[in-house]
């Protein structure tokens, strides 16, 4: 399987690129997030081969993140290389995964030709997996960042003033990098208005 390719970017558009590697020209579908990453001649391309009876296709990711969440799309039943590419090309990887680990049914059923049958799948199927593959400090952050939002949201409808209850969260995450639920946070937060 061909894991990888690094060579010279013969020729890069929206959808995929050619990339030539001593003397071959691969052509690589890719997804608008490597798209806008890469920006040199000589580039990297971590890369997952699709193979079915009548073709053998390959897809090529800027980071591995992205080629790992990728790769559990497509095991998710009715989600094919090319849905999983559209996917890909409407949110970035981290924003994917916190739609699936909030089970934000809406957010994934925006992505032109999933259904909302096809969207809580895909949430059943990966909400366990797709936090195994990334980083912890990424799991973190969008764990934080989504505590941070809800948080924002409620002490805002709560009459506060947006940039004096950014700055008392802040400070309750800076002291408290702990904290794991909405209403702790905002607990903590009002205790320090």
């Known amino acids: ?41 000589a580039c990297k391309l971590f890369t997952h081969l699709s193979v079915k009876e009548d073709s053998h296709t390959l897809y090529g990711f800027y980071d591995q993140n992205e080629r790992h969440l990728f790769r559990n799309l497509i095991s998710v039943s009715g989600v094919g290389p090319s849905t999983a590419q559209v996917i890909l090309s409407t949110y970035n990887p981290s924003e994917i995964v916190t739609y699936i680990t909030t089970a934000d049914v809406a957010a994934i059923q925006h992505v032109k030709g999933i259904g909302a049958k096809t969207a809580q799948r895909i949430i ?9 593959g990334l980083p912890k400090s990424d799991i973190l952050f969008e764990l934080d960042n989504t505590i941070k939002t809800e948080s924002l949201s409620a002490l805002l409808a709560l009459g506060f003033n947006k940039k ?18 909405v209403e702790e946070l905002v607990k903590m937060a009002l205790s320090q208005m």
Not at 7 to 24: D, F, H, M, R, S
């Open 1 to 41: 399987m061909i894991t990888q390719i690094t060579g010279k970017l013969l020729e890069k558009t929206p959808t995929y690129v050619v990339v030539e590697c001593n003397g071959i020209g691969y052509f690589i579908n890719i997804s608008l997030q490597t798209f806008s990453s890469i920006n040199e001649e």
């Open 124 to 132: 059943i199927d990966l909400k366990d997996k797709v936090a195994k």
């Open 164 to 181: 004096s209850a950014e700055q008392k969260i802040d400070k309750v995450l800076k002291e408290n990098p702990d904290i794991s639920s």
